[in-house]
């Protein structure tokens, strides 16, 4: 379950370029692309430009870079040409990468033009949540203190935890144990180790936490057909705290506010 020191060095140079992928799609304004064009853009870019392989893609028969889950889908929507973008959406594009078979996993929700306070409000609480999450990894803490973390902060801003999905180890393969509860109670769970490494990536609902899957096998959306937002990243534990694999640039002044345990977003 842990992993050594090379490992590591091999999954953060994986995470390293999976934040290349995110950043540019920092550049696009998104309006009025189909999330298949994002997809193949997303392809192309890790192919070509990256070198490595995108993992989702042939995992569990999916045939696509990534995940697109816009608005009322909370995870494993599908890329399609007829799914525009538009002015106003939210949307989670969740991203696998591999290189030097080590596999890193990311995913950001992007706003789409100009959203709605509540619809703003809602990635915003989303986001943080995460990193309260990351905030209580280190070795000695239980995997129930990142879940309680999160749940609490989600509660406390009127919002709901989906249960049904959570996060996961990661390494050579894109699933290991453990499993990673994005809601809980605090000291119960597995102990965290030097050199664990897994997901942290909850997904916050405005409304009710209850989910259904759609016909097509893959998409999962609110019940109540209210938002979902979701944020990921890879960690490992350190032998002081935690490291984010996937770090993106504008993100390091977070990375160093959560190694002195001070957070506030």
């Given at each position: 379950m842990t992993k050594r020191p090379e490992e590591i060095a091999l999954l953060?140079?994986?995470?390293?370029?999976l934040a290349k992928v995110f950043s540019h799609l920092d550049k696009l304004s998104l309006i009025g692309m189909s999330t298949m064009q994002v997809n193949d853009l997303v392809d192309r870019y890790i192919v070509n430009e990256l070198k490595a392989r995108p993992a989702s893609k042939g995992q569990y028969d999916y045939a696509y870079a990534l995940n697109s889950s816009r608005n009322?889908?909370?995870?494993?929507g599908v890329p399609s040409t007829s799914d525009i973008l538009l002015n106003g959406d939210?949307?989670?594009f969740d991203i696998t990468l591999e290189k030097n078979n080590f596999i890193a996993d990311?995913?950001?929700?992007?706003?789409v033009g100009d959203v709605s306070n509540a619809a703003r409000r809602l990635v915003k609480v989303c986001y943080a949540a995460m990193w309260k999450g990351?905030?209580?990894v280190r070795p000695g803490a239980q995997l129930g203190d990142i879940g309680h973390a999160i749940e609490r902060h989600a509660r406390q801003n009127g919002y709901s935890v989906v249960r049904e999905y959570c996060g996961h180890g990661i390494g050579r393969e894109m699933h290991?144990?453990?499993q990673v509860l994005h809601w809980g109670r605090p000291h119960t769970g597995l102990t965290m180790q030097e050199?664990?490494?897994f997901t942290i990536e909850p997904m916050i609902n405005q409304g009710?936490?209850?989910?259904k899957t759609e016909e097509n096998g893959w998409a999962v959306i609110t019940t109540d057909g209210k938002l979902s937002a979701q944020f990921e990243h890879t960690v490992a534990v350190t032998r002081n705290g935690v490291q984010v694999l996937t770090l993106r640039p504008e993100e390091i002044a977070l990375s160093e506010s959560v190694h002195g345990k001070s957070l506030d977003i």
């Open positions: 953060a140079e994986s995470g390293r370029l009322n889908v909370i995870c494993h939210i949307v989670n990311s995913s950001k929700t992007y706003l990351i905030n209580v290991e144990p453990p050199g664990m490494v009710s936490h209850t989910v």
